[in-house]
């Protein structure tokens, strides 16, 4: 089979790609990375092709800046492209912050600006790969994953799924929690990509939703993902929210911490991301793989380590991170398991091939699974993956207050991906008025003006 990943230089690949080679060896006969950029593909694909080397597959990772080539004949594709880069993220961030607005890459007006360039680039894609790889399945990691998935699933022509490793992160936390393993767990999810709450935990058959909203201060101090959380808030919905509900639920906390910590979440990883591609040339041209991945990957870790601090608690973390990280042995070039993105990936292409079927979360159209939604409204929910498809399991019932965060979210995402796919700037600003993060038309029509102008051509298709 053949694996096509678009947006290979990003930061996440060479581990991707060692997590696949090591523990699906000979699955993928070739993998072929897509990355425009010459300094990434020299350094985080260069990575990549020769860990794949390193782990006894030589020549099954290649590097290319032709989306054509990468895509010819493949059997799956993963999209996980950044148009814009990391500038990008960082202006879509600083223009809501400056308004005192909720300034993240996924959601709110940072994840509307980050569509608006993504979704012509993703859709020039599947028309590509219509022509190019017509039996392929598309499986979309590049955010704002739900709403990219929307548009792909109305618009594509492409069969395609969405990925994101939050909600069932959310339930492996949760389950550590009561000590147990996530084998052990099953769990009732409903909601849109990080706009999902987690809405029954049962061990044994025995339903602990209750046990956790009663204890949820002994949670939060057991676990800073859910330390930004009112507990008396969680008593009221009675369902576990995924991290990013954060960001609906105490934005003025957010707009508060990033001021503290004096830069966004897209500023320290852009800054990261420098170090990394800075530290990878520096290991190559001093060494050889291993070292290249011993940088790498304690870099990654910072980076890993540092998830959400400066939006929760007003502070990076990242000196004591890197201290910690820097003072551990080398990691392997081996990996020992799939996790993450990777894993959840992986399980969707086990399923399809027949490897492994199996339930898992994923952003699909609800096809009438889904409280309220229509049938190709993407929604983030349990699927059962095999070779006959990916099939949407029941969507259990939300919270009143939580289903109407939803349903104006799911509508905003309709009304974001029809303004692109018509091109009117009009009704880009109506989309983004709809979101709640934003406080009406006048400030939606004014972020759209920034954004426009900041980011020039990528937005000049709008009229």
């Known amino acids: ?42 350094t985080i694909g260069r990575l990549a092709v020769e860990l ?156 602990r939703i209750g046990d956790l909203v009663t204890r949820f201060a002994e949670l939060q101090n057991a676990d800073r993902q859910f330390a930004a959380f009112d507990p008396a808030m969680i008593k009221r919905v009675r369902a576990l929210p995924t991290e990013y509900v954060y960001y609906f639920y105490d934005p003025s906390r957010y707009v508060r911490s990033v001021s503290k910590a004096g830069s966004s979440r897209g500023a320290d990883v852009q800054r990261l991301n420098t170090e990394l591609l800075e530290g990878v040339g520096k290991a190559f041209a001093d060494g050889g793989v291993r070292d290249a991945w011993a940088e790498y990957s304690r870099l990654l870790g910072v980076r890993r380590d540092t998830y959400m601090r400066t939006d929760m608690h007003g502070a990076s973390g990242q000196d004591e991170a890197r201290a910690r990280r820097f003072a551990e042995p080398e990691a392997d070039i081996a990996a020992s398991g799939l996790g993450g993105y990777e ?64 349903l104006q979210v799911k509508e905003y995402e309709r009304a974001a991906v029809d303004a692109v796919v018509s091109q009117d700037a009009q009704l880009a600003a109506v989309a983004l008025a709809m979101h709640p993060l934003v406080p009406g038309s006048t400030a939606a029509r004014e972020l759209l003006a920034d954004y426009r102008e900041l980011h020039g051509p990528l937005l000049s298709y709008l009229s």
């Not at 290979?8 to 006969?29: D, E, I, K, Y």
């Not at 010819?72 to 202006?91: L, N, Y």
């Not at 994923?362 to 409204?377: I, R």
């Open 1 to 42: 089979m053949k694996l096509a990943v678009l947006g290979g230089g990003g930061a996440r690949m060479p581990a991707f790609v060692r997590a696949v080679l090591s523990t699906r060896p000979g699955m993928f006969t070739q993998i072929c990375l897509l990355e425009p950029d010459q300094v990434r593909r020299d």
């Open 52 to 207: 794949a080397g390193a782990l006894g597959c030589p020549g099954v990772v290649n590097v290319t800046a032709d989306p054509a080539e990468a895509m010819t004949a493949a059997d799956f594709v993963f999209s996980a492209i950044r148009v814009g880069g990391d500038q990008g993220r960082v202006v879509d961030e600083q223009v809501a912050l400056s308004r005192g607005l909720v300034g993240q890459e996924t959601t709110g007006p940072g994840g509307f600006a980050m569509a608006l360039r993504t979704i012509p680039v993703v859709l020039s894609y599947c028309e590509m790969l219509r022509q190019l790889a017509p039996g392929a399945t598309l499986i979309n990691f590049t955010n704002p994953a739900g709403l990219i998935t929307q548009a792909i699933a109305s618009h594509g022509g492409v069969r395609a799924v969405g990925v994101c490793d939050t909600p069932g992160g959310t339930i492996g936390h949760l389950g550590r929690f009561l000590g147990v393993t996530r084998d052990q767990v099953q769990a009732g999810y409903a909601g849109l990509n990080h706009l999902g709450w987690v809405t029954s935990l049962q061990v044994d058959g025995r339903e």
């Open 343 to 406: 894993g959840l990936a992986m399980q969707v292409i086990d399923g399809l091939t027949g490897v492994a079927p199996g339930d898992c979360i994923v952003n699909v159209p609800s096809e009438g699974t889904a409280q309220d939604m229509t049938d190709d409204d993407v929604v983030e929910t349990f699927a059962h993956v095999s070779p006959e498809g990916i099939v949407p399991r029941p969507s259990p019932a939300l919270h009143r207050s939580a289903q109407a965060l939803v």
